[in-house]
């Protein structure tokens, strides 16, 4: 139980266009899903946190509208990088968690990277 | 400010066993996390303690010290495919992950 996927794996994009990344909980309903990012040889940072139904909250430094953030249902948040750069080149990972969970369930994250 | 401490980097022999630590302050305590994270993929869950003491899962365990903030992760029997990199976690008062910086583990034949 507790499985998360993310969609795309990898994927490779020009400068100036837009992604999405989607991740769904395949197996429980979450409540919250969070976004981090993860550049080579460092830790996770979070970029964001979301709840069903409510606007994402952005940590400081996150440019919200440039991360589109929407979780429009209990099984499934999305992560649009808008007019990506290559500074944007990162592994995206969410996560999940349930109503009563205090774990944090890990989708397999995305390798993006923006030419 | 809220702050998690664990080493850059150990090594370790194949067949050792190896501690790896994690000091922490945050605003709160809701647990702590210890997540293994191989090269390239997500975390995975290894343990999670909210109360002081040590709770064992086969080849790994992890303990717990609340009044000094303080958390280890022991590792036994290293195998090659335990290289990778651990992540300490604390869940604050407003039930967020503060994560640390990660100690990258390489196990040596």
């Known amino acids: 139980g507790a499985v998360v996927s993310q969609h795309p794996s990898r994927v490779i994009c020009k400068s100036g266009t837009s992604v999405k990344i989607e991740c769904r909980s395949l197996?429980?309903?979450?409540?919250?899903m969070f976004w981090y990012r993860q550049f080579p040889k460092q830790s996770l940072m979070l970029m964001a946190t979301?709840?069903?139904?409510?606007?994402?909250?952005?940590e400081q430094g996150v440019e919200k509208d440039k991360f589109l953030i929407n979780h429009a249902s209990l099984t499934l948040s999305t992560l649009t990088v808008t007019s990506a750069h290559p500074e944007d080149s990162s592994f995206y990972i969410c996560?999940?968690?349930?109503?009563?969970?205090?774990?944090?369930?890990f989708g397999p994250g995305t390798r993006l990277t923006v030419t | 400010g809220q702050n998690i401490d664990q080493p850059t980097e150990m090594t370790a022999t194949e067949g050792a066993i190896v501690q790896i630590n994690c000091t922490y302050q945050?605003?709160?305590?809701?647990?702590l996390f210890w997540y293994q994270q191989h090269a390239g993929e997500a975390p995975t869950f290894l343990s999670y303690?909210?109360l002081d003491g040590l709770e064992e899962k086969g080849r790994f365990s992890s303990f717990l010290s609340r009044s000094k903030g303080y958390s280890y992760l022991l590792l036994k029997e290293l195998q090659m495919k335990d290289s990778a990199s651990y992540l300490c976690?604390?869940?604050?008062?407003?039930?967020?992950?503060?994560w640390g910086a990660g100690t990258k583990l390489i196990i040596k034949p």
């Open positions: 996560s999940a968690r349930g109503p009563t969970d205090y774990e944090q369930y």
């Open positions: 197996d429980f309903q979450a409540t919250t």
């Open positions: 979301s709840n069903e139904g409510s606007k994402a909250t952005y």
């Open positions: 945050t605003s709160g305590f809701n647990g």
């Open positions: 303690n909210v």
């Open positions: 976690a604390v869940m604050d008062s407003n039930y967020q992950l503060i």
